[in-house]
């Protein structure tokens, strides 16, 4: 605009962006946060990493056969179609124990003054290394001692520095004369911390002809070759180079001994017991014998990982452990559920892998009664890595329609995933069961695992119709709260002289509540016309926008809204009879 001041002859012409669109709906673009730890030889680092949409970038970071690898695998498949929406990876690092530690008293015995040139000290016990480094020479008067902290070179160290020990004469390099070294306390490291999980092979016979073998280690095949009249060590070392060359292979296989090659998982964790082997060679003459993957302990605590998620608004976190640990739901509880608050305004949900029966899953899960936080995407029966069935089922259909039609139900196939056998499937009574202790189900279509009921665990007593049930119906929820904060905290409305709808004005940066309410009328229109919401007048009619009585810089605001609802029942009655000819 041309200043008031010109006077000289000039046509103006002034060009600026105006949105007459406000309140025009949009769909919350959907973020995937991954919680989880790589593996045990990985150096990584725990600050957060936004992938590029490469699985072996993941790898690289955190190790081949990783949970956030074999995640990744799902979230960025090598053929293209994975994730059209960001995923920020949150890696934990694996908790290995505490470190032994020892207190050690130097003392100058001698009858003057004695000086220890600045060196690196080395004082070895027999089991472990300890050291101490001199940065400078230390003076010590005659009688005058000095206290020093040595902690082990490595967790889980049970030290044998007892009290009392005068360590003086192992010292490398030689202390002076007159110098004595003390140990005066010590501390075990006998907790190694978290622990990984192990399991065996084992082969006995000798093959009576040629042919070749599958094993297949949490949803990941080698396979070996079989030649007529090998023993059964001979077959479990063919076995094991199978293993060593497929890099997502999420354990690996030890020397073999006694007839039985050792597993272990890549991680440590409690995870790791979750890793189903199996082992398909139907060669005449040989046997082969699973020992179960077990021993897997202490999963790292998550609270980390949620604290770097910041003021990011993931909508949905994919959790890499175990689902049930109740303490560790209850952290994700917590942090979702507070981010639906009124001042967060980023709500977000767990998702978690299972493959466990009815009666295993919601034995947990029927606990949770106003938990919409966390929510399971099940397989049953399946020998996959839960959290990989959860990482599939949320790129093939939740997240993604999330992103592209939010108020779509999900219905999409585990396509490329192990489904359990028939036999573990279960029938509408079960499945009808579930949802009401707030367990999600599947059903099999043909040979993949299906997607059915996906919930929260919410179900509270007497609430017929649990409110925050479905997870659709919450990603409608997000979608709201989006399109509000975009209409309530657009720049032109921050500070913005605020006057009655009574009040005349000719400013162009004042705002009165029937501006607000015309930008929610239209998105009323808007959310119905997405069928997000449904009954739009409902909405207009009910609304409200009105100057605070109590403060005069404060708009209240009331957007009641009836969600859509999603076609998942359906009931038909079929009438016949017959034709009876003329008497």
């Known amino acids: 605009m041309l200043p008031a001041s010109a006077v000289s002859r000039v046509c103006g012409v002034n060009v600026e962006y105006r949105n007459f669109n406000a309140g025009a709906g949009a769909y919350l673009p959907q973020r995937l946060a991954v919680i989880g730890v790589g ?41 293209g179609g994975g994730a059209n929406f960001p995923v920020t990876f949150y890696p934990l690092i694996a908790d290995t124990g505490s470190f032994a530690a020892a207190t050690i008293r130097v003392t100058n015995t001698a009858a003057s003054q004695t000086t220890i040139p600045a060196d690196r000290y080395h004082f070895p016990d027999g089991v472990m290394d300890w050291y101490i480094t001199l940065d400078a020479p230390l003076v010590l008067e005659s009688g005058e001692h000095r206290d020093f902290t040595l902690t082990a070179a490595r967790k889980g160290f049970d030290q044998n520095l007892a009290a009392g020990i005068d360590v003086a004469s192992v010292i490398d390099p030689a202390i002076p004369p007159g110098i004595t070294v003390v140990c005066v306390d010590a501390v075990n490291g006998t907790d190694p911390g978290s622990a990984p999980a192990q399991g065996t092979v084992s082969c006995d016979g000798t093959a009576a002809e040629a042919g070749e073998g599958t094993i297949t280690i949490g949803g990941v095949s080698a396979v070996f070759a079989i030649l007529k009249g090998n023993t059964g060590a001979e077959v479990l070392s063919a076995m094991r180079s199978a293993i060593q060359k497929v890099l997502e292979m999420p354990v690996t296989a030890g020397a073999i001994a006694g007839g039985e090659m050792p597993l272990t998982a890549k991680w440590s964790g409690a995870t790791g017991n979750d890793i189903a082997v199996k082992v398909d060679a139907a060669v005449e ?11 897997g302990a202490v999963d790292p605590d998550v609270s980390p990982a949620l604290e770097q998620i910041g003021q990011v608004w993931e909508t949905f976190i994919l959790s890499c452990f175990s689902y049930d640990n109740p303490s560790r739901l209850d952290q994700y509880q917590t942090f979702s559920q507070g981010r639906w608050s009124e001042l967060e305004k980023k709500p977000c949900l767990v998702a978690h892998g299972c493959v466990d029966d009815f009666a295993t899953r919601t034995a947990l899960t029927d606990q949770r009664k106003t938990d919409y936080a966390n929510f399971l995407i099940q397989s049953t029966g399946s020998g996959e890595l839960p959290f990989v069935i959860a990482a599939k089922g949320l790129v093939s259909d939740i997240m993604t329609n999330a992103n ?57 007593d007497g609430e017929s119709l649990p409110s925050r049930r479905y997870v659709v119906d919450l990603v409608k929820l997000q979608n709201v709260v989006f399109n509000i904060r975009a209409i309530m905290e657009a720049d032109e409305l921050k500070g913005a002289p605020l006057v009655s709808d009574e009040t005349p004005t000719t400013n162009p940066k004042a705002v009165q509540p029937k501006t607000i309410k015309t930008a929610l009328i239209n998105l009323a229109n808007s959310l119905a016309a997405y069928a997000i919401i449904q009954e739009p007048e409902f909405t207009k009619e009910n609304m409200a926008v009105k100057i605070s009585s109590q403060n005069p810089k404060r708009l209240d605001v009331r957007f009641p809204c009836k969600l859509s609802g999603n076609v998942e029942v359906t ?13």
């Open 404 to 460: 592209a039609n939010p108020p779509l139900g999900y219905h999409g196939l585990l396509s490329g995933l192990a489904a359990g056998p028939d036999t573990a499937q279960e029938n509408y009574t079960t499945r009808n069961n579930a949802v009401a202790k707030g367990a999600s189900t599947n059903i099999k279509n043909g040979s993949a695992a299906e997607l059915n009921d996906i919930i929260t665990f919410y179900h509270p």
């Open 571 to 583: 009931s038909t009655d079929i009438y016949f009879g017959f034709y009876l000819g003329a008497a």
């Open 285 to 295: 003459g040989l046997t082969f014998d699973v020992t179960a993957m077990s021993g």
């Open 39 to 79: 593996n045990d030889s990985a150096l990584y680092s725990a600050d957060k990493y936004e992938a590029a949409g490469s699985a072996d970038a993941v790898a690289k970071r955190y190790g081949y056969g990783s949970p956030l690898h074999l995640a990744a695998r799902q979230l960025f498949p090598s053929g």
